[in-house]
């Protein structure tokens, strides 16, 4: 038992992501995800409104945010993560993060009424 547990020491500490590291992220990404997917059907399909082009910023930041987060759970569900490979995965779930609630934010300001 202990020359097992040393094993899986050596093996994640050889520059590869801790199994309990790993599972956080795809969480965390399939959450934010989720959530991101369910604005984003809620918002397009659940208005009375038509589309305008104020609305372009919006979508543009939706998706990119969207395709960000779809490209780290990609990256991150690799057999074996390593540290550079685990860092780059996060640096794509945090910009889609930023898009996506960019794109939220813009159609917060789209829905406000401006004065003409």
């Known amino acids: 038992m ?3 547990e040393a094993d899986n020491e050596d093996r994640y500490s050889e520059g590869h992501v801790d199994p ?3 599972n956080g992220l795809i969480i965390a990404i399939g959450s934010i995800l989720g959530f991101t997917l369910g ?3 809620n918002w397009s399909l659940g208005g009375d409104e038509d589309w305008r082009l104020a609305d ?3 979508v543009v930041g939706l998706f990119v ?4 987060m779809v490209t780290a759970l990609y990256r991150v569900l690799t057999r074996r993560l390593q540290d550079r490979e685990y860092d780059r995965a996060r640096k794509y779930f945090v910009a889609g993060i930023i898009s996506a609630f960019t ?3 813009m159609s917060i300001l789209a829905g406000l009424p401006w004065p003409n």
């Open 103 to 105: 794109g939220v934010f």
């Open 20 to 22: 309990a590291v790993k």
């Open 39 to 41: 604005f984003l059907s």
């Open 56 to 58: 372009l910023p919006t």
């Open 2 to 4: 202990a020359i097992r």
């Open 65 to 68: 945010g969207i395709a960000l």
